[in-house]
């Protein structure tokens, strides 16, 4: 990418969920943010309502590294709704009065996010964050920030590997051999995410190829 700059984003709570499969009355949460996830977060401080093509654009120019620098634990949060009359479905039908609802969320985890892309969208990013329309939050709207989460343009950085391996880590880390970053793949090997936002208005996804890569041990906490 010509011209490109490397921003750094902390995502750091007591709660994070960033769902990838999630199905009806079940909320599922990847151990990994989402690339989806971090678009919305982008398309929040911008002021983009869901199903703007802008998300989309965004999507599709930038490209993103996730580092894992305190693995949270999983928790799954037990809900009933319960309606005086019924609960309608999504088509407007009568479902029944009580249903029971599962959300999976990650504990105390922490993120380092590197976001490439060109200088212009740079720009508008930055602004963005330091001056947001709507209040970021971490994949769910309960799911508060407990840090900054925008860390800057880091012009010391001009890969995404040079931030994942040397941006200095977060407090409490994890062991050193269980720091690891995930970056797409170049080749087409590693994993499928299926986080890829193809079309928003009509909330469609695609996969892309990830790979999973050990930390240097350079950089030190701070």
């Not at 982008?42 to 965004?58: D, F, N, T, V």
């Not at 920030?145 to 880091?154: K, Q």
């Not at 010391?156 to 409490?172: G, W």
């Amino acid at each position: 990418m010509k011209d490109s700059c490397i921003i750094l984003l902390r995502l750091e709570g007591a709660l994070q969920s960033w769902g990838e499969h999630s199905k009806f009355d079940y909320r599922d949460s990847a151990e990994m943010p989402s690339k989806s996830g971090i678009v919305g977060m982008i398309g929040c401080a911008m002021g983009l309502k869901r199903g703007s093509i802008r998300l989309e654009e965004i999507s599709k120019n930038i490209q993103i590294a996730v580092r894992c620098d305190r693995k949270g634990k999983l928790y799954v949060d037990y809900h009933t709704v319960t309606a005086e009359k019924t609960i309608l479905n999504a088509q407007g039908k009568p479902r029944c009065k009580t249903i029971v609802t599962y959300r999976t969320y990650l504990q105390d985890a922490s993120y380092l996010v590197a976001i490439k892309t060109s200088q212009e969208l740079a720009l508008e990013i930055d602004y963005a964050f330091k001056n947001p329309y709507w209040s970021v939050y971490l994949g769910r709207k309960s799911c508060v920030p407990s840090a900054p989460v925008y860390a800057g343009i880091a012009a010391q950085y001009h890969t995404l590997e040079e931030a994942m391996n040397q941006h200095p880590l977060t407090k409490r880390p994890s062991e050193p051999d269980k720091i690891f970053y995930e970056i797409e793949s170049i080749d087409g090997s590693g994993y499928e995410r299926m986080d890829e936002l193809q079309n928003a208005s009509q909330h469609y996804y695609t996969s892309r190829k990830v790979m999973l890569v050990r930390k240097e041990e350079k950089s030190v906490s701070k």
